[in-house]
C-alpha cells in the first residue's frame, strides 16, 4: 500500500514556507536535502516536491496527461494570457502546430546563417566597448536574443523596440509576484510591481499590434514566408470571433518573445560568467573554436558538430543555471509515484535546479565540469537526470534553436574577446521565469592575445 511521502519536521516547515516568498532555490534545496519525494502542507494545499529521475519521468512524460501546469503558471495567465506557456487542451495543442515546423531540424539548420550573422555583430559591438569603463554584457546578450528571435521565427526585425526587453521584466515580476501571493492580490493594487507591470502591459501591446499590423501588410502584398509568425496571424484571421483571435494572437505573440529570448539570453549570461571564473576551462574553448573557426569566420551550420566542447561547456552552464529551473503541476487525478500517494488536486514540483545537483547521479555537482557531457559519461546517467529544457509533451519547442546560438555566441566570444567579471559581482540567482542574473553581468573587455 502506497503512502504518502514524508513531511518537513515541524520546526522546519515555518522556515521552507518563508522561503517560498523570498528564497525560492533555497526551498528547494532544503527539501531536497530531506528527501526526494516531500510533502508540504501550506494550509487546505498539499505541495509535493519530487527530486529522482524516475519521477521526473512520470509526470513530466509517462503520465504527462495527469499532470497540467501548476503553481506559478496558473497564476501567469492573468499576467500572459493564453499563450504556448500557460494554455492546456486543445489550445495548446493547435498553438503548438503553429510553431512547430518553426523549430524542425532542417529549418534550424537553414537559420544558421542569421543567427551566426547576430552573433558576430554582438562580437563586433562588445569589441567597440572594449576598455576599462564595465559593460553590462547579459544587457547586451538579450538584445542579441530578441535579434535573432526576429530574424529566424518572424522575419521581422525588433530593433526599433529597445523598450522590449525591460518591459518583459516588468511582466516576469509581476507573475512571479502571483505565484507567491496566488493571485490573491487584483492587479489594480497599487503596489510598485503592479504598477510596473501595467504599463508594461501597454507597452508590448502596443509593439505587439504594431509587428502584427507591420507584418499583415507585407503578407497581404504577396510575402508568401512561411514562419511561426506568419503562422499565428493566419490562424488568427480563421477564428470565427475576430476579437477572440486578436486576443490571442498577441497572447501568443508575447509568449513566444518572452520564452524565445529569456531563457537563451540567461544561459549565455551564465555561460560567460563561468568562463571568466574558470580560465583553463576559458583556453580549451577558444583553442578549439580558433581551430573549428579559423580565419576569423563566422560559423555555419554543419559547425555546430564540430563545437563539441563548446557545446559541453554550454550544457554544464545550463546544468547549474537551468533555463527552465522549475516545472510546476497540477495532478488532475489520483496518482503513484515511487511508491507514494499524489491526491487529485495536488501541486507537484519537478526542479531541475536540485535534480541536476542530485549526488547521486552527478559527483561534486557544484563543481563547474564541462566533462561531465562527455559521450561516455553521458552513457551512465538516466535520461531524466538532465532536464534543463523541460521534458515530454511540453518539452521546450525552441531548444534546438536556442542550443545553436548559445554555442555560436560562446565560440565567437571566446574566440576574438577577453571578458572580466567586475570585482564584487557575485552573479546571484534569481529564479524568475528563468534564472535572471541579479544585477546583471558587469564585465571589462579586451582582445583576446
Given at each position: 500500500m502506497s503512502a504518502h511521502p514524508p513531511g518537513p519536521p515541524v520546526w522546519a516547515l515555518p522556515g521552507l514556507l518563508r522561503k517560498l516568498a523570498v528564497d525560492r532555490l533555497g526551498m528547494m534545496r532544503d527539501a531536497a536535502g530531506l528527501s526526494d519525494a516531500v510533502r508540504v502542507s501550506m494550509g487546505p494545499k498539499k505541495l509535493y516536491i519530487l527530486n529522482r529521475p524516475d519521477y521526473a519521468k512520470h509526470v513530466l512524460a509517462d503520465h504527462a496527461a495527469n499532470y497540467h501546469k501548476g503553481m506559478g503558471l496558473v497564476e501567469s495567465r492573468r499576467v500572459?494570457?493564453?499563450?504556448?506557456?500557460?494554455?492546456?487542451?486543445?489550445?495548446?495543442?493547435?498553438?503548438?502546430?503553429?510553431?512547430?515546423?518553426a523549430f524542425?531540424?532542417?529549418?534550424?539548420?537553414?537559420?544558421?546563417?542569421a543567427v551566426a550573422e547576430e552573433s558576430g555583430r554582438l562580437v563586433e559591438l562588445l569589441r567597440g566597448r572594449a576598455g576599462d569603463t564595465p559593460v553590462d554584457v547579459l544587457h547586451e546578450v538579450t538584445g542579441l536574443t530578441l535579434g535573432v528571435l526576429g530574424r529566424t521565427l518572424m522575419d521581422t526585425g525588433l530593433q526599433g523596440h529597445g523598450g522590449i526587453a525591460h518591459a518583459f521584466e516588468a511582466v516576469q515580476d509581476q507573475a512571479m509576484f502571483d505565484m507567491v501571493t496566488q493571485g490573491l492580490v487584483p492587479t489594480w493594487v497599487p503596489f510598485a510591481t503592479q504598477r510596473r507591470f501595467r504599463r508594461a502591459r501597454r507597452d508590448l501591446t502596443r509593439i505587439v499590434d504594431a509587428l502584427v499590423a507591420d507584418r499583415g501588410a507585407r503578407m497581404s502584398e504577396g510575402d508568401g514566408a512561411d514562419d511561426a509568425f506568419?503562422?499565428?496571424?493566419?490562424?488568427?484571421?480563421?477564428?470565427?470571433?475576430?476579437?477572440?483571435g486578436r486576443r490571442l494572437l498577441q497572447e501568443e505573440l508575447v509568449t513566444l518573445l518572452l520564452a524565445g529570448h529569456e531563457t537563451t539570453a540567461s544561459t549565455l549570461g551564465w555561460t560567460l560568467l563561468l568562463l571568466a571564473r574558470h580560465p583553463h576551462v576559458r583556453d580549451l574553448l577558444r583553442e578549439e573554436a580558433r581551430g573549428v573557426l579559423a580565419g576569423g569566420r563566422l560559423p555555419e551550420a554543419e559547425?555546430?558538430?564540430?563545437?563539441?566542447?563548446?557545446?559541453?561547456?554550454?550544457?554544464?552552464?545550463?546544468?547549474?543555471?537551468?533555463?527552465?529551473?522549475?516545472?510546476?503541476?497540477?495532478?488532475?487525478?489520483?496518482d503513484e509515484v515511487g511508491g507514494f500517494t499524489v491526491p487529485a488536486g495536488a501541486d507537484v514540483l519537478v526542479c531541475p535546479y536540485t535534480l541536476h545537483r542530485h549526488p547521486e547521479f552527478w559527483d561534486d555537482p557544484e563543481r563547474f565540469d564541462p566533462g561531465r557531457f562527455d559521450p561516455s559519461r553521458v552513457a551512465n546517467r538516466p535520461r531524466y537526470a538532465y532536464i534543463p529544457f523541460g521534458a515530454g509533451p511540453r518539452f521546450c519547442v525552441g531548444s534546438n534553436l536556442g542550443m545553436m546560438e548559445a554555442v555560436f555566441v560562446t565560440a565567437l566570444v571566446t574566440r576574438d574577446l577577453d571578458l572580466t567579471v567586475v570585482p564584487g559581482h557575485r552573479g546571484i540567482a534569481e529564479p524568475m521565469m528563468s534564472l535572471r542574473m541579479r544585477g546583471g553581468l558587469p564585465m571589462t573587455i579586451r582582445p583576446a592575445g
Open positions: 500572459l494570457g493564453d499563450g504556448l506557456l500557460t494554455s492546456e487542451g486543445e489550445l495548446w495543442r493547435a498553438q503548438r502546430r503553429n510553431v512547430q515546423p524542425r531540424p532542417g529549418r534550424i539548420a537553414a537559420q544558421a546563417g506568419a503562422r499565428m496571424i493566419l490562424a488568427a484571421r480563421e477564428r470565427e470571433d475576430p476579437a477572440l559547425d555546430l558538430h564540430k563545437l563539441t566542447y563548446t557545446t559541453q561547456v554550454v550544457q554544464e552552464a545550463m546544468r547549474l543555471y537551468p533555463p527552465v529551473w522549475i516545472l510546476p503541476r497540477i495532478a488532475q487525478g489520483p
